[in-house]
Nanobody, 119 residues
Framework: QVQLVESGGGTVQAGGSLRLSCAAS????????MGWYRQAPGKQRELVAS???????YYVDSVKGRFAISGDNAKNMVYLQMNSLKPEDTAVYYC?????????????WGQGTQVTVSS
């Protein structure tokens, strides 16, 4: 099992910045990737950014050049630096970890943190 705890959400004006943090704790489960998803009211949850154990990065097109994901393997932490925030970035942001147990992979989720960008 993997437990995830997010922090760093809040309210910011358009053009501002926020940094989200996610702390992961696991038993013997191997974490192969971590990322951030978001879900706005009335919309589906979408993958915003992810980082694999090997350091491969992914960003959804709408945040490229504005958001940066980073990780600290030693501390089992993942961060999302969000700059030049826009009202359309308003959503609940969820930390995600992909954990491998035997031959299978499972998704684990944090409780979510609200990000609100005012215009």
């Amino acid at each position: 099992q993997v437990q995830l705890v997010e922090s760093g959400g809040g309210t910011v004006q358009a053009g501002g910045s926020l940094r989200l943090s996610c702390a992961a704790s696991s038993d013997s489960t191997s974490i192969t990737a971590m990322g951030w998803y978001r879900q706005a009211p009335g919309k589906q949850r979408e993958l915003v950014a992810s980082i694999t154990q090997n350091g491969r990065l992914y960003y959804v097109d709408s945040v490229k050049g504005r958001f940066a994901i980073s990780g600290d393997n030693a501390k089992n932490m993942v961060y999302l630096q969000m700059n030049s925030l826009k009202p359309e970035d308003t959503a609940v942001y969820y930390c995600n970890a992909v954990g491998k147990i035997g031959p299978h992979e499972y998704n684990f989720w944090g409780q979510g943190t609200q990000v609100t960008v005012s215009s």
